[in-house]
């Protein structure tokens, strides 16, 4: 199994990972940030960790593709339970988008608050959907979302669920 590296400290980005694109490319795929780990293109964005309360997600510093082996390594537990995904955007095939935006990224910058003061080193941010709509707001509150969570906040629950 590949060496899973994760920042351990939520670093700054760098200068250019600081405000949207206003000039996408139009063969340019978004993802998104909180995927399943059976979608198209699907790879680890970070690892969950913290703790029940107050769950963080540890981003990797390199990419890493999912593998049956890397899904299997989490038993008992699900993948979700203990690494956070991205993978393509899958646009109109997703409950959470509209027709034009993630509702899923408007209710976490409306609802959640900023759990960081910088922008977290990710890996995914220039070709990332919640940040190409909501701009760095998303970014500061993006390591408190989790696909698994036991015990959500009823803010969690109205973020996640609309």
């Known amino acids: 199994m590949p060496e899973i590296q994760i920042i351990s400290e939520i670093t700054p980005a760098s ?3 600081t405000l949207p694109s206003s000039a996408q490319k139009p063969e340019q795929v978004l993802m998104c940030p909180s995927a399943q ?3 198209p293109a ?3 964005l970070g690892v969950v960790g913290g703790t029940v309360e107050t769950t963080q997600v540890a981003y990797l510093n390199e990419p890493l593709p999912v593998s049956e082996q890397l899904l299997a390594s989490t038993a008992p537990l699900k993948p979700a339970e203990v690494f956070r995904f991205a993978a393509h955007c899958e ?3 997703c409950r959470h988008f509209d027709g034009t ?3 899923l990224a408007t209710r976490i ?3 959640l608050p900023a759990v960081v003061d910088t922008l977290p080193a990710c890996l995914i941010r220039p070709t990332c ?3 190409q709509q909501e701009g760095r ?3 500061m509150r993006c390591p408190q979302v989790v696909t698994e969570s036991y015990e959500p906040s009823e803010d969690f629950k109205r973020a996640a669920l609309g």
């Open 15 to 17: 200068a250019e990972n």
């Open 37 to 39: 780990p059976d979608m």
């Open 42 to 44: 699907a790879r680890v």
């Open 91 to 93: 646009g109109k095939a």
């Open 101 to 103: 935006n993630c509702s």
């Open 109 to 111: 910058v409306q609802i």
């Open 129 to 131: 959907r919640w940040y």
């Open 137 to 139: 707001a998303a970014c």
